[in-house]
């Protein structure tokens, strides 16, 4: 593949711009307590760091099938308290300063709903990106590829001139239905253009280091 025609590098933030596992875990284990249910096992943990906040609610109460409780309980709760467990991946700050100074567009695509804006804030990163599409900004949240499509037209670009970092199969099947390249961030197992450890290696890849 040429590298030479990337101009937009768009990053998922779950597991890719951040380790959230700690905070993720602590906010829905606080959701499934208050009403009666056991905290999260394992497999519902893996599937809810791939859906949006409606999803994972929708999945982790089918019996409901009114969910307005659970949603009240969540604006009580408030996500503003959890963002102190989250980690900024090392090397992220001075991956997007790299990519702006060589000019590409730095842009996310996230399943997270309302939090990004407050989570950007809190870690100072609000200036470090030139568009930010999060699941309330589409129809269809991944894997659908909207938030690339949209992505690709407000910045008139093709599906060869986008590199989408990503972690879990979601983010794998939006870039397949988008067409664009795809790195797959700390997860080997997904079939990826690039598979890489670390912010570095992005770098590498598109010879900015």
Same mark, same amino acid.
Do not use: W
């Given at each position: 593949?040429?590298?030479?025609?990337?101009?937009?590098?768009?990053?998922?933030?779950?597991?890719?711009? *951040?380790?959230?596992? %700690?905070?993720?875990?602590?906010?829905?284990?606080?959701?499934?307590?208050?009403?009666?249910?056991?905290?999260?096992?394992?497999?519902?943990?893996?599937?809810?760091?791939?859906? $949006?906040?409606?999803?994972?609610?929708?999945?982790? *109460?089918?019996?409901?099938?009114?969910?307005?409780?659970?949603?009240?309980?969540? !604006?009580?709760?408030?996500?503003?308290?959890?963002?102190?467990?989250?980690?900024?991946?090392?090397?992220? !700050?001075?991956?997007?300063?790299?990519?702006?100074?060589?000019?590409?567009?730095?842009?996310?695509? $996230?399943?997270? $709903?309302? $939090?990004?804006?407050?989570?950007?804030?809190?870690?100072?990163?609000?200036?470090?990106?030139?568009?930010?599409? %999060?699941?309330?900004?589409?129809?269809?949240?991944?894997?659908?590829?909207?938030?690339?499509?949209?992505?690709?037209?407000?910045?008139?670009?093709?599906?060869?001139?986008?590199?989408?970092?990503?972690?879990?199969?979601?983010?794998?099947?939006?870039?397949? !239905?988008? %067409?664009?390249? *795809?790195?797959?961030?700390?997860?080997?197992?997904? !079939?990826?253009?690039?598979?890489?450890?670390?912010?570095?290696?992005?770098?590498?890849?598109?010879?900015?280091?």
């Amino acid at each position: 593949m040429d590298i030479s025609k990337i101009k937009a590098v768009v990053f998922d933030c779950d597991g890719v711009m *951040f380790d959230t596992a %700690t905070a993720n875990r602590k906010y829905y284990d606080e959701v499934l307590q208050a009403f009666g249910k056991p905290v999260l096992n394992e497999e519902q943990f893996v599937n809810i760091h791939m859906m $949006t906040i409606k999803g994972a609610i929708e999945y982790l *109460f089918p019996e409901m099938d009114d969910l307005s409780s659970v949603y009240d309980r969540l !604006k009580n709760i408030g996500y503003h308290k959890f963002i102190k467990h989250m980690i900024m991946e090392k090397g992220l !700050k001075e991956l997007l300063v790299k990519l702006k100074e060589n000019g590409y567009i730095r842009g996310i695509g $996230t399943n997270r $709903t309302n $939090t990004m804006e407050n989570v950007l804030e809190v870690f100072h990163l609000e200036d470090y990106f030139e568009v930010v599409i %999060t699941a309330a900004k589409v129809k269809k949240p991944k894997p659908d590829p909207e938030q690339l499509l949209l992505i690709m037209r407000k910045f008139d670009l093709h599906p060869e001139e986008i590199l989408f970092v990503g972690d879990s199969d979601y983010d794998r099947q939006a870039a397949l !239905k988008a %067409t664009v390249r *795809f790195i797959a961030f700390k997860n080997p197992e997904l !079939k990826a253009d690039f598979s890489v450890d670390s912010m570095d290696e992005i770098a590498e890849i598109l010879q900015i280091n």
